[in-house]
C-alpha cells in the first residue's frame, strides 16, 4: 500500500482500533456544550451521509476484554490500517494463536484477499472461499451501526482527536452487523457509544459494548476510531 502525504501508521492493534487510539482521541475530555443539545434524528443522518461521501479513511479497532476469531484459527486483538471504498483494505493486525501473539498484514481488493503467514512473513492467499470481509469490513460496520441506531440519544459535547464531537448513545441488534462482523449472531443487544463532529459531521469514534456473539464476555467492548479522510492512498494485492 502506498500513500501521498503522510506515511501509513502501522500500530499493532482488532489496537487503535482497535485503536494506537491515542492518536484518535479517547472518549471524555470534553467540555460543556453552550447551548441545548441537537436531536439524535439530525445529528444521525447527516453522519451517515457524510460517511458516504468519503472515498479513504484510516481505522484502528482493539478489544477490551475479548478477541474475535478470523480465518486461519487466528484471534483478533487489534487491526490498524486504511481503506479505499468501497472494497479495498490494507491492515497490520495484532492476533493470538493459543497463548501466542502474532503480527500479520492483510490486503483485500475486491472479492480477493490475503494475509502474511504469522511465521515466515509470506503472503498467501486467504482460504478458499474468504474475503477480508470475513474478518471485519469497518465500511460496512459503521453504516450499518449508525443507520441502525435504536433508542439514540445526543448526551453531550466532547473533544476527540482536537476535534469538538457530539456523544451520542444508543443501541443496536447484533443480527444488523453480520455485514461488517461475520462472527455476529441475531438476538443480543449491543450498547454503542459513538462520537460524531459538530462541524461536519464525520464520525470519530465508535465503541460496540456487550457480545455479539454467543460465549463472549458481557463486559467485552470493540472499540473503532476513524481519522485520516480524504487522504490519497493506494491499495494494491501483494507482490507474488
Known amino acids: 500500500m502506498k500513500r501521498t502525504g503522510l506515511a501509513l501508521a502501522i500500530a499493532a492493534p482488532f489496537g487503535a482500533c482497535l485503536l494506537a487510539f491515542a492518536a484518535c482521541g479517547g472518549g471524555g475530555g470534553g467540555s460543556p456544550t453552550s447551548g441545548p443539545l441537537p436531536p439524535a434524528a439530525s445529528v444521525l443522518p447527516a453522519a451517515v451521509q457524510a460517511f458516504d461521501s468519503l472515498q479513504t479513511f484510516h481505522f484502528s479497532l482493539t478489544h477490551e476484554n475479548g478477541t474475535s476469531p478470523i480465518p486461519n484459527g487466528l484471534q483478533l486483538v487489534s487491526a490498524d490500517g486504511d481503506v479505499v471504498v468501497p472494497d479495498r483494505m490494507h491492515a497490520a493486525i495484532e492476533a493470538k494463536v493459543g497463548s501466542q501473539t502474532v503480527k500479520v498484514e492483510i490486503i483485500g481488493v475486491g472479492e480477493q484477499g490475503w494475509m502474511t503467514n504469522p511465521f515466515n512473513r509470506q503472503w498467501q492467499p486467504l482460504p478458499s ?13 459503521v453504516k450499518a451501526i449508525i443507520g441502525s441506531l435504536q433508542n ?15 456523544h451520542v448513545e444508543g443501541t443496536v441488534q447484533s443480527d444488523v452487523l453480520a455485514t461488517a462482523v461475520p462472527i455476529s449472531r441475531p438476538g443480543l443487544t449491543v450498547g454503542i457509544e459513538a462520537w460524531i463532529e ?4 464525520l464520525i470519530r469514534q465508535v465503541y460496540l459494548k456487550g457480545p455479539i456473539a454467543p460465549g463472549e464476555a458481557d463486559n467485552i467492548v470493540r472499540k473503532l476510531a476513524l481519522s485520516n479522510f480524504g487522504e490519497q492512498i493506494t491499495i494494491t494485492p501483494p507482490p507474488q
Open 152 to 166: 439514540a440519544q445526543v448526551t453531550g459535547e466532547e473533544k476527540v482527536g482536537g476535534v469538538q464531537t457530539w
Open 198 to 201: 459538530v462541524d461536519g459531521s
Open 129 to 141: 472461499g474468504t474475503t477480508i470481509k470475513d474478518i471485519f469490513d469497518p465500511t460496512q460496520g
